[in-house]
Nanobody, 126 residues
Framework: VQLQACGGGLVQAGGSLKLSCAAS????????MGWFRQAPGKEREFVAA????????DYTDSVKGRFTISRDNAKNTVYLQMNSLNSEDTAVYYC????????????????????WGQGTQVTVSS
């Protein structure tokens, strides 16, 4: 599976962005999909994930109520809608795929993910 993330950019605090991650490969729909981010000087952290089946989702506490992850298996794409952005959301955002055939389970640990996109920069100005 190859992943290509896009949609990052510069936005003012309080604004919105929608990230997209297009996947190649015929088994995209079988993977748990996640978004992670890494801010300068910090470790990569989990942001959101969606399960293979049932559309179960999970979010890190700091983005709950502001971010929404979704997937369109027909388009082999996963999205991250980000609203009410603040400066702490500034980071490089990575999409990832892992846990093939994991059913409704949602993975939040990075070691569960086998494939990673190249990252897209999100910068929030205050």
């Amino acid at each position: 599976v190859q992943l290509q993330a896009c949609g990052g950019g510069l936005v003012q605090a309080g604004g919105s962005l929608k990230l997209s991650c297009a996947a190649s490969g015929r088994t995209f729909s079988s993977y748990n999909m996640g978004w992670f981010r890494q801010a300068p000087g910090k470790e990569r952290e989990f942001v959101a994930a969606v399960s293979w089946t049932a559309g179960n989702t999970d979010y890190t506490d700091s983005v709950k109520g502001r971010f929404t992850i979704s997937r369109d298996n027909a388009k082999n794409t996963v999205y991250l809608q980000m609203n009410s952005l603040n400066s702490e959301d500034t980071a490089v955002y990575y999409c990832a795929a892992g846990g093939a055939w994991s059913g409704s389970y949602v993975y939040t640990d990075s070691y569960r993910y086998d494939y990673w996109g190249q990252g897209t920069q999100v910068t929030v100005s205050s």
